[in-house]
């Protein structure tokens, strides 16, 4: 079965950076573009990443978006109390229909 | 600026139907792009639904897509002359309590690679399945 696999957390202070990783197979992240996801309490998910490195019009230079081999990575840096949300990536998967796959999920925590 | 609405009954009974709508404004859905359904239990992750590709009047059978878990039981439409798309998923169970949220579809392939992401969410609308 098709997974993409997030930490279910992360913290750091203001100012710092984090890294999300997104942990796939070769049929979704291994063969595909990836995009990521903010989600802040209530609201909607907002894209902050496409194509697994370009931002958005409007989604600030700290959001950062790489994918080497099986593995996504998202970087925030200059970590804002604003930041605290929910992330999730996502990548088309070969096997799954084929379709959208989502990541498990990844709780940002500034300290 | 594409903005996309969602509607529907928030309390459906179980083995009902659930049928919810989105409307689009700021941009004309036959102008051609994959719109699509995506849903949050509470508390969990999200979920792709499917996604269907609309250009003009036309809808692309071979560009539907689906989550093989859903598949049997969703249908996702398009309505041009209301600018508007919409689910109905069947035989609803308490499992298909959730928020439900549509957006604009972007689907691009190069070589064998594909780019698929949502760039336009609605505020979603959350659907209880109780009796």
């Known amino acids: 079965q098709s997974v993409l696999t997030q930490p279910p957390s992360v913290s750091a202070a203001p100012g710092q950076t984090v890294t999300i990783s997104c942990s796939g197979s070769s049929s979704n992240i291994g063969n595909n573009d990836v995009s990521w996801y903010q989600q802040l309490p209530g609201t909607a998910p907002r894209l902050l990443i496409y194509d697994s490195n370009k931002r958005p019009s409007g989604i600030p230079d700290r959001f950062s978006g790489s994918k080497s081999g099986t593995t996504a990575t998202l970087g925030i840096t200059g970590l804002q109390t604003g930041d605290e949300a929910d992330y999730f990536c996502e990548a088309w998967d070969d096997n799954l229909g084929p379709g959208g796959l989502f990541g498990t999920g990844t709780q940002v925590t500034v300290l | 600026q594409v903005q996309l609405q969602e509607s529907g009954p928030g309390l459906v009974k179980p083995s009902e139907t659930l049928s919810l709508t989105c409307a689009v404004s700021g941009y004309s859905i036959s102008s051609g792009s994959y719109w699509g359904w995506v849903r949050q239990s509470p508390g969990k992750g999200l979920e792709w639904i499917g996604s269907i590709y609309h250009r003009g009047s036309t809808y692309y059978r071979g560009s539907s897509y689906y989550n093989p878990s859903l598949m049997s039981r969703v249908n996702i439409s398009v309505d041009t002359s209301k600018n508007q798309f919409s689910l109905r998923l069947t035989s609803v169970t308490a499992a298909d309590t959730a928020m439900y949220y549509c957006?604009?579809?972007?689907?691009?392939?190069?070589?064998?690679?594909?780019?698929?992401?949502?760039?336009?969410w609605g505020q979603g609308t959350l659907v209880t399945v109780s009796s």
């Open positions: 957006a604009r579809v972007i689907r691009a392939a190069a070589a064998l690679e594909v780019s698929f992401y949502f760039d336009y």
